[in-house]
């Protein structure tokens, strides 16, 4: 196989990718199961979220709870888009992540915080 400046290119972005996504990933957020109680979220993250957003939108009760990521505690970690929203409605765990609640809040025209460049 003849190895190309476009070949090369490509797998040192894959690599970078994967390091940069390494980085961000929780372990914790593997465990989680949609549909299991708010309670058990708590348990499986190990402690309790560092913010939680509710909201009431159309008899739905719409909980945006904030994890810093795991092993973080500094100033920078707790900022929004750096901690790990896990939401939960009318009790349940309907999903995680920033792709989840960015989708789940705009369907409710909740204002989240803006994406970092």
Same mark, same amino acid.
């Given at each position: 196989?003849?190895?190309?400046? +476009?070949?090369?290119?490509?797998?040192?972005?894959?690599?970078?990718?994967?390091? $940069?996504?390494?980085?961000? =990933?929780?372990?914790?957020?593997?465990? $989680?199961? %949609?549909?299991?109680?708010?309670?058990?979220?708590?348990?499986?993250?190990?402690? %309790? @979220?560092?913010?939680?957003? @509710?909201?009431?939108?159309?008899?739905?009760?719409?909980?945006?709870?904030?994890?810093?990521?795991?092993?973080?505690?500094?100033?920078?970690?707790?900022?929004?888009?750096?901690? =790990? @929203?896990?939401?939960?409605?009318?009790?349940? $765990?309907? +999903?995680? +992540?920033?792709?989840?609640?960015?989708?789940?809040?705009?369907?409710?025209?909740?204002?989240?915080?803006?994406?970092?460049?």
């Amino acid at each position: 196989m003849r190895v190309t400046f +476009g070949r090369c290119a490509w797998i040192v972005a894959c690599g970078v990718v994967g390091v $940069l996504s390494c980085e961000r =990933s929780d372990t914790r957020l593997e465990s $989680l199961t %949609a549909g299991i109680s708010k309670d058990s979220v708590t348990t499986i993250m190990g402690e %309790a @979220p560092k913010r939680v957003d @509710p909201y009431l939108i159309a008899g739905q009760y719409i909980e945006a709870m904030y994890y810093p990521r795991a092993g973080k505690s500094d100033a920078e970690s707790v900022k929004d888009r750096n901690m =790990s @929203p896990v939401v939960v409605i009318n009790g349940k $765990l309907a +999903g995680w +992540g920033w792709d989840f609640w960015d989708s789940t809040a705009g369907t409710h025209k909740i204002r989240v915080a803006a994406k970092q460049e």
